[in-house]
């Protein structure tokens, strides 16, 4: 199985830019990308931060675009949105309350969270009746593999600001996927390519789509950065998953022969 994992868009009103940066150009790049490589993967998923500041016009933008995407796709929100006009534009789906949902292909079970907690603050939050949702939709799996998206970091990623803002209550979050088939996390918010293990489930985020965050505080002079834009492609293959970031506005050809290294990799 083949999917596509897509966050922080950030987008402003079409026409706007954010930080220097035109965030609907390089959505339609992104989208144009997916579907000339990879429109055989089974769905799309965005993890949150869809938008800068909330507004409906930027939702109604993005739907525009994804009605044309030839692949299902599955919306979280992040900090940066915000769930009421969100729901205006999108009408769900909603489960529980809250703009999540779960998904079941191949026996395999999806499940995109709400983290939203709402301002002033940006970070994460996962209270009782989501948790309860979550708790549901863990036992419905039933030793199934389970696969979630969400928008927050359930844990501290070593990044000096972005330890500010995880989900709250981390470790309450874990404690509710103990015992379960949880095989991988995927995330964003951290507007960074980041991979690891966390109570023994592996985990990645990529850089968002818009800007970037440096590693180190003071290598540029901003707290944003523009380095590469990506979207992963994951395969799911048993026991196995496969995580590719691929800088798709980056691309350019090694300084070679058109035939060179063409023979001889077996």
Not at 124 to 143: C, I, K
Not at 230 to 247: E, K, R
Request: proline share 6%; aromatic share 10%.
């Amino acid at each position: 199985m083949k999917f596509i994992h897509i966050t922080d868009l950030h987008l402003v009103p079409p026409g706007h830019r954010l930080w220097g940066l035109d965030p609907f150009s390089r959505l339609d790049q992104c989208l144009a990308d997916i579907m000339k490589y990879h429109g055989d993967a089974k769905f799309c998923a965005i993890s949150g931060d869809l938008t800068e500041r909330g507004e409906a016009e930027s939702y109604r933008a993005l739907q525009e675009r994804l009605e044309k995407l030839q692949l299902p796709v599955h919306l979280m929100l992040g900090n940066h949105d915000d769930r009421a006009n969100f729901l205006r534009v999108f009408n769900g789906p909603l489960e529980g309350g809250f703009v999540q949902h779960r998904l079941i292909l191949d026996g395999q079970h999806f499940l995109f969270l709400d983290t939203l907690k709402g301002g002033p603050s940006s970070a994460g939050l996962y209270d009782g009746p989501r948790r309860s949702w979550l708790r549901d939709a863990l036992a419905t799996a039933n030793g199934a593999p389970v696969y979630i998206f969400m928008h927050h970091p359930p844990f501290k990623i070593h990044h000096p600001l972005m330890d500010l803002i995880p989900l709250e209550d981390g470790d309450g979050f874990g404690d509710l996927l103990a015992g379960h088939n949880v095989r991988h996390l995927f995330f964003g918010h951290a507007h960074r390519i980041i991979s690891g293990q966390w109570r023994g489930i592996s985990y990645s985020a990529l850089p968002g789509l818009n800007h970037q965050l440096p590693l180190v505080d003071g290598s540029v002079p901003t707290i944003y950065s523009d380095e590469p834009a990506m979207y992963s492609v994951v395969y799911l293959n048993g026991d196995q998953i496969t995580v590719h970031s691929d800088a798709f506005m980056n691309r350019a050809p090694a300084q070679m022969a058109r035939d060179a290294e063409r023979g001889g990799w077996s």
